[in-house]
């Protein structure tokens, strides 16, 4: 399957600061990624759908002004947490679709996020 | 009510029993049917999909229930190595609309 890798794994900011997340397809062109978000002992939650060379799909309750995706190329999707804040702090994990059903998603590692 | 709803557990089972999990969902119109395992603080991994006749991998077998609108997961001869979040994901389908359980955790000792 693809490999997706996710950097940096882990990182530790000052409220108020910004966060770029990025989220590599190592071996597929992915025209379609996926942002989630989990915090502890909850499910993933879909943040948006990113689209190469168009802007991205927010989900529901998900600002689009704070969640800054970009998604410039086949191989390279970025999530910046804006002005980030205490309650931002989540496990990020994006993926990378193969097709229309989830088995063909390859999940990144994840980057855990925490905001002072 | 969530869309998919899991047990949360957790099930703490000693080496080599059987355990099931059972997960609802409630869009009927869902198409498509999978459980994930998830080890701490990792990404989700695909263990199986699920499909209306059951499917059997190794000591894992999944169940749907398009009636009832729920799937199972059964563990049989459980390892270590099985300890984990089992994640029950269903797919709306219309696109990538994919919606994951919270997981149920279990704990196989030794």
């Known amino acids: 399957g693809a490999v997706v890798s996710q950097h940096p794994s882990w990182v530790i900011c000052k409220s108020g600061t910004s966060v770029k997340i990025e989220c590599r397809s190592l071996d597929f062109q992915a025209t379609t990624m996926f942002w989630y978000r989990q915090f502890p002992k909850q499910s993933l939650m879909l943040m948006a759908t990113s689209n190469e060379g168009s802007k991205a799909t927010y989900e529901q309750g998900v600002e689009k002004d704070k969640f800054l995706i970009n998604h410039a190329s086949l191989t390279l999707s970025t999530l910046t947490v804006t002005s980030a804040h205490p309650e931002d702090s989540s496990f990020y994990i994006c993926?990378?679709?193969?097709?229309?059903?989830?088995?063909?998603?390859?999940f990144g590692p994840g980057t855990r996020l925490t905001v002072l | 009510r969530k869309e998919v709803e899991q047990d949360p557990g957790p099930f703490n089972v000693p080496e080599g029993a059987t355990v099931a999990f059972n997960c609802t969902y409630s869009?009927?119109?869902?198409?498509?049917f999978f459980w994930y395992r998830q080890d701490c603080r990792k990404e989700p991994k695909l263990l199986m999909s699920v499909y209306s006749s059951g499917n059997e991998d190794g000591r894992f077998t999944a169940q749907l229930n398009r009636a009832s609108q729920y799937i199972s997961l059964l563990i049989r001869d459980s390892k270590l190595s099985d300890s984990a979040t089992y994640l029950c994901v269903v797919n709306r389908g219309g696109g990538f609309k994919t919606i994951f359980g919270a997981g149920t955790r279990l704990f196989v000792k030794a």
């Open positions: 993926s990378v679709a193969h097709g229309r059903a989830p088995d063909t998603q390859y």
């Open positions: 869009n009927s119109a869902s198409q498509s």
